[in-house]
């Protein structure tokens, strides 16, 4: 019963977003029509709400008589993951990804003034995106389908890879990032409806879309961090296609952030800007298309339902064709104001704009390929990290030296440009010294990891200096910028070190017997089974010793979750600042010993502290009330 | 802006859809499958426990034929499907596949034992006979032919797609 509340809940919600979105469309703005726009959508906010939470009480009150619940919940889990178990699937994870698109129209709603020009063609576009969405979700995957008039005694249980507190966390952030795009997106095109120049949309996006930013890099550092735990990869970054439908409308909104803060000081770069804003919620769009049409194979896709797709990729097209359509029939409305100066600020970003697009570009080819190869040809391929390699490390070194040198550089002025400035000499002679020493050290030939480096160094170092200057001289230095870009060059050399230096073996082991790899000692003390409330496990105890004298325990397991018959491996790592020991066990030989899988990964803590501190970045800009550019 | 640049905008996106409407909409052929048929080889092995021999004779006119071992991971994915298949009167034959016997008993005395009867294929003669490129596979034999093969493991999406069109198109069960 209760469940048609919340089901009746949501058709009223699609109905009311329905009415807002052709109504903002279609009228001219008035303060009463723009009144009348925000509290309908407020309302129709409200209903949407409701139904959540109703459904967020069934999960919890573990009401099986829900086929979604009765299918993806369990009455024995914690009420976390009872909550959590919401999105495990695809309908319910559908209707929060839904939700949250809402939510950031609410926000911007309440957060507005009415009196804002742009904000009632806003507000109707996102509530016109919420209805697509919602009727896919109503008549393709509805997750108020009831089992009646017998329920089952109790639910089927979660999926357990997703029995984990990074997890239950990781889809969220992740959608909340996604959908926080719908801002610009939505805000860019009534700035082209408008049709009037003056508008600036640059300025109202601003913080909105750098929260989404940080959303969408934390929502991508836990996806990684909980592979390399949970998942048993044992690395941060596979190339795995999902992985990589996230990472190109995280590369889209880098360089939108870059190209809307030139936008906003000087009205250049708006097409760019504009173009930018329309892809980043367009990849993010083609994301959940990915997942939820099944046309890949990944640990992230929902059940294949070829019906879910061709909806999907049909509002996508709607989508896109009308927002392009708009931008092209506008065009003549977007007129930069000058050319840009050479070695102003603005140059070097418009540079940084051909960067990114081209690794989104070699990112789309990379997951679409193997599809177009398998059409034509029938056969399968994969591109992995060779192909991405190949492409990212050039691209990455040139823009940071871009980078390096555009840290002098100022707004809309030609400086005289000099090389030989004394922050850049230092920085450079440091970094060829500690390159080299690194060389020395590390006995490395490897060129691609030795210029990684020398980059990353570079901009670390810049940017320290810069932060020195402005300490001690009290010079205004932009925060969010010197911040996120000195992670960025973290990052650099913690990728660069992780792939210098971590090694990773299998290793055949008997019990009671010592094996040796690198500096370590690996003692094999016992294996034994182990049941959990809804698994057998076998647990394998080892026992390591480096040659420091450091000794410590690990215990991997291999586990098998009854109700699905599913297969988990749970890893066992060891932390240090510098580097993780990290443990899987694979399956037992016929000599009766087990292959155990070691591996000593540099840095690693160090990628995710990197992102993190970036994401760190975005929160010191939305935080702070000074209206600051990247 | 110039027409070429506008036509490019619109063009690509264009052909990314296109692109994913004809791979939406294609007919998937599932890997693994296949429906060559042939003559079931004969044979003539111990059961698993060592009670008698076993000859294609004593296995009636339909069945399935299931590649397993206790050492294959997948198959212990596959087996609680297996399970089902024989409570739903699906006559189930095990191949037991380059396996110690008490290693298998051990193993189908922990999870179930699935199987109307077991071949025990020590050397994996009658799997060479049968291609057999590792466990999981699953062979549909009807009348002493072999009429639909697997490779891998097999599951409610995989049966119903390979098995039940073979299935209802003879009549069989």
Not at chain 1, 46 to 75: E, G, K, P, R
Not at chain 1, 591 to 616: E, H, K, P, T, Y
Not at chain 1, 617 to 629: D, E, F, P, W, Y
């Amino acid at each position: 019963m209760i469940i048609e509340i919340s089901h009746f809940l949501s058709i009223l919600s699609t109905g009311l977003f329905f009415l807002v979105g052709s109504f903002s469309l279609s009228t001219s703005n008035t303060p009463y029509t723009s009144n009348l726009i925000s509290r309908t959508y407020s309302h129709a906010f409200l209903f949407l709400l409701s139904s959540f939470l109703i459904y967020i009480w069934l999960a919890i009150t573990d009401n099986f008589s829900v086929q979604y619940i009765a299918n993806h919940s369990n009455s024995a889990l914690p009420i976390f993951y009872k909550i959590s178990s919401i999105w495990s699937a695809h309908e319910g994870s559908m209707f929060l990804w839904i939700f949250f698109l809402a939510l950031w129209g609410f926000i911007f709603n309440i957060n507005i003034k009415n009196t804002e020009v742009l904000k009632p063609k806003t507000i109707g576009v996102i509530s016109l995106i919420i209805v697509g969405f919602l009727l896919f979700l109503l008549i393709t995957s509805n997750p108020f389908i009831t089992i009646l008039p017998i329920a089952p005694l109790n639910g089927a249980d979660i999926n357990p890879v997703l029995q984990d507190p990074a997890l239950a966390i990781h889809p969220p952030t992740l959608y909340l990032g996604y959908v926080g795009f719908v801002i610009p997106f939505a805000c860019s095109l009534a700035f082209l409806i408008n049709g009037d120049p003056s508008a600036k949309w640059e300025q109202l996006v601003n913080k909105w879309s750098v929260s989404a930013w940080v959303f969408l890099t934390v929502g991508i550092t836990l996806g990684s961090w909980w592979a390399y735990y949970e998942l048993g990869w044992g690395g941060y970054w596979f190339w795995d296609p999902v992985e990589n439908v996230a990472l190109m409308p995280w590369l889209a909104a880098t360089a939108f952030l870059h190209s809307l803060s030139v936008s906003i000081k000087s009205s250049q770069l708006r097409t760019w800007t504009i173009l930018l804003s329309i892809t980043v919620f367009s990849l993010s769009l083609f994301g959940a298309f990915i997942v939820r049409s099944g046309i890949i194979d990944s640990v992230h896709s929902f059940a294949n339902d070829p019906q879910r797709g061709l909806y999907l990729l049909a509002f996508i097209a709607v989508i896109i064709a009308a927002s392009l359509s708009l931008f092209i029939l506008r065009f003549s409305l977007i007129k930069p104001s000058g050319n840009i100066k050479t070695f102003s600020k603005q140059s070097f970003i418009s540079i940084n704009n051909i960067f990114f697009g081209t690794l989104i570009f070699s990112v789309m080819l990379g997951v679409v390929y193997p599809l177009i190869y398998e059409y034509l040809y029938d056969q399968k391929i994969s591109v992995g990290a060779p192909f991405y390699n190949a492409i990212f490390i050039p691209i990455v070194i040139l823009a940071s030296l871009f980078l390096f040198f555009s840290v002098d550089s100022k707004w809309s002025r030609s400086i005289n440009f000099k090389i030989f400035t004394k922050p850049i000499v230092l920085s450079l002679i440091f970094s060829v010294i500690i390159t080299f020493a690194i060389h020395f050290v590390f006995k490395t030939n490897n060129v691609a990891i030795l210029l990684s480096i020398f980059v990353g160094l570079l901009v670390i170092i810049r940017y320290l200096i810069e932060v020195s200057i402005s300490l001690i001289f009290k010079k205004y230095l932009n925060p969010f910028s010197a911040i996120a870009h000195f992670a960025l060059g973290l990052l650099l050399v913690s990728i660069s070190f992780n792939s210098l230096l971590s090694t990773e073996r299998a290793l055949n082991i008997k019990i009671n017997e010592f094996e040796e790899y690198k500096d370590l000692t690996i003692y094999f003390k016992d294996i034994r089974v182990r049941k959990g409330s809804n698994f057998d496990a076998v647990k394998a105890e080892f026992n390591i010793k480096d040659k420091n004298g450091n000794s410590f325990d690990l215990s991997p397991e291999k586990r098998r979750y009854f109700t699905r018959g599913q297969i988990t491996t749970e890893t066992a790592i060891h932390v240090s600042p510098l580097k993780d020991i990290y443990l899987t066990i694979g399956d037992q030989l016929e000599d009766g010993s087990w292959i155990v899988n070691v591996q000593i990964n540099f840095l690693i803590r160090w990628i995710w502290f990197s992102a993190c501190l970036m994401a760190f970045a975005g929160i010191v800009l939305v935080s702070t009330n000074r209206k600051s550019n990247i | 802006m110039k027409i070429i640049l506008k036509l490019i905008i619109l063009i690509l996106p264009a052909s990314f859809i296109l692109m994913f409407f004809l791979l939406l909409t294609e007919d998937d052929s599932i890997i693994g499958a296949d429906y060559r048929q042939f003559a079931l080889p004969q044979f003539n092995l111990e059961e698993l426990d060592g009670s008698s021999f076993i000859t294609s004779s004593d296995l009636g006119d339909t069945y399935i034929i299931n590649v397993w071992a206790s050492w294959c991971i997948t198959c212990r994915v596959e087996h609680p499907y297996l399970m089902s298949l024989n409570k739903k009167g699906i006559p189930v034959i095990g191949l037991n596949y380059k396996d110690e016997e008490n290693d298998a008993l051990e193993w189908l005395s922990k999870f179930g034992n699935p199987y109307k009867k077991i071949i025990h294929d020590y050397k994996g003669t009658l799997a060479l006979d049968l291609g057999v490129t590792g466990a999981p596979e699953t062979f549909l034999v009807n009348n002493g032919k072999i009429i639909a093969h697997y490779q891998g493991e097999i599951n409610e999406s995989i049966w119903s797609q390979v098995f039940i069109p073979v299935i209802k198109e003879k009549e069989l069960f």
